[in-house]
């Protein structure tokens, strides 16, 4: 074996620790909590539970179609929740978008009472006491919000606050589904 | 010394644990004893969505006891272990699994260990080798100096 070759083999080691520096360095700044819905491009899963304002009124996944929407995951006992909410009343108003909330294990008179306190950005709130719909919608904590395109199929989902930062992810889809639909 | 330390430290987190995870599962009722064995084994392989090291029956999150009292309901309703696992995957992915299936997002992942002993084993040969031939290379006289240091240093008695 001449001199040449010998002296790229050591370089060998070198190399291979830089590949897998690579490989590692991509994970830096990756959220582990971020995970992709396995629901995505799935329609929502049925369900039949009351609204959260009347106990006499029962829902379908049948009433959330129609029209693109965000699905909402909340609870009172949640404080990102609390966060998001001003966020939600603004664009339920201002950009006239439909969402449809999911009380998430929950207090009725609580949660009751925090839409009367600080405003009701939903068009109805499914209540899920036992997180029965969350399970099959793969909810893993509050907030989640989910896009469904107009026949209720999951286009995306964003775990955590929506905000002014996250939003503009949701939005341009939701303004391209808009578009399909009318 | 740090052997002994470690196994004890072991041992007695094992002794805390054991316990913990019995007074678990008698808050969850079966029709069949056997039954009781598959909670026990689905809940230690389903890995918990929120907290992402911990298993579901380890975890007091809300998720994971909504998912062991899922768990318990399908193995009452006479679903199989399979059936339970698909269930979950549908809705949380593979990654409810702590021992994920070989596919091709993973593939490195299984593949990356094998190769890397590959490499090990490959340069343990390739530079094993060279060590060997010098090391056999004493000359006749070195040799003389090395049989008469090591009779000089002989203490009598061992050995």
């Known amino acids: 074996m001449n001199t040449t070759t010998k002296r790229l083999l050591m370089l060998l080691p070198t190399l291979l ?18 995970m992709e819905s396995s629901l995505i491009g799935l329609p929502l899963p049925k ?21 693109p929407a965000l699905v909402n995951v909340w609870a009172t006992w949640c404080p990102t929740c609390r966060a998001e909410h001003e966020f939600l009343l603004t664009i ?25 306190d600080l405003g009701d950005p939903y068009v109805f709130s499914v209540f899920d006491p036992k997180g029965v719909l969350g399970i099959n919608l793969g909810v893993v904590g509050a907030p989640e919000t989910y896009l469904i395109d107009a026949q209720g199929v999951v286009i995306d989902k964003l775990t955590g606050e929506l905000n002014e930062r996250t939003w503009p992810l949701l939005r341009s889809q939701y303004l391209t589904l808009l578009q399909e639909t009318n | 010394m740090v052997k002994v330390a470690l196994a004890s430290l072991f041992l007695c987190l094992a002794s805390l644990a054991v316990p913990l995870v019995q007074a678990d599962i008698k808050s969850y009722e079966f029709a069949e004893p056997e039954m009781a064995q598959r909670f026990v084994d689905l809940t230690t392989v389903l890995r918990c969505p929120k907290c992402q090291n911990q298993n579901l029956a380890d975890s007091d999150s809300i998720i994971a006891k909504d998912l062991r009292e899922q768990v318990q309901t399908l193995i009452n309703t006479g679903q199989t272990n399979q059936q ?33 002993v590959l490499i090990g084993l490959w340069a343990l040969w390739f530079f094993g080798r060279k060590t060997h031939v010098q090391g056999a290379m004493l ?21």
């Open chain 1, 92 to 116: 339920a108003k201002q950009e006239n978008i439909r969402i449809y909330g999911v009380n998430y294990h929950d207090q009725r008179p609580a949660a009751q009472q925090w839409l009367q």
């Open chain 1, 47 to 67: 369900f039949n539970a009351q609204t959260l304002v009347s106990p006499s009124k029962n829902v379908t996944q049948a009433d959330m179609l129609g029209q």
């Open chain 2, 139 to 159: 000359s006749p006289s070195e040799q003389q100096k090395l049989d008469q240091l090591l009779a000089e240093n002989r203490t009598p008695g061992r050995d």
């Open chain 2, 84 to 116: 339970i696992t698909e269930f979950m995957v549908q809705r949380y992915g593979n990654f409810i699994l702590y021992d994920p299936p070989l596919n091709k997002a993973t593939l490195v992942l299984w593949l990356a260990p094998i190769g890397m």
């Open chain 1, 17 to 34: 620790a830089f590949t897998l520096g690579l490989f590692l360095y991509q994970g830096i700044g990756q959220d582990p909590n971020k």
